[in-house]
Nanobody, 120 residues
Framework: QVQLAESGGGVVRAGGSLSLSCTAS?????????MGWFRQAPGKERELVAA????????HYQDSVKGRFTISRDSAKNTVYLRTDNLKPEDTGVYFC????????????WGQGTQVTVSS
């Protein structure tokens, strides 16, 4: 069973930066071949912010974060990072790490989430 643990959230002023980490344990590399970061703002649906395929390193970003957020990985540490720069108040929300198996369309494993608050 894959387990995901996020860290790195916090409170920052607009224009600031935060780095989030997600460390995976358990399961096989096949079962967590895709890793992603989602966020959920109050009263809104959870949305995919960035994702990375660990086999080919292909990355995907939501349009609103392109050029500001960077997803990366450290395979030796089973850790995926999300570097967030030039943060805006609308980036506020709970950020969740997720994983899905190779060839799957469903995100099957989730972390507990970490709060990011951007003040204006």
């Amino acid at each position: 069973q894959v387990q995901l643990a996020e860290s790195g959230g916090g409170v920052v002023r607009a224009g600031g930066s935060l780095s989030l980490s997600c460390t995976a344990s358990g399961g096989s590399s096949f079962s967590r071949d895709n890793m992603g970061w989602f966020r959920q703002a109050p009263g809104k649906e959870r949305e995919l912010v960035a994702a990375i395929n660990l086999s080919n390193n292909i990355k995907h970003y939501q349009d609103s974060v392109k050029g500001r957020f960077t997803i990366s990985r450290d395979s030796a540490k089973n850790t995926v990072y999300l570097r967030t720069d030039n943060l805006k108040p609308e980036d506020t929300g709970v950020y969740f790490c997720a994983a899905k198996p190779r060839y799957s369309s469903d995100w099957t494993h989730w972390g507990q989430g970490t709060q990011v608050t951007v003040s204006s």
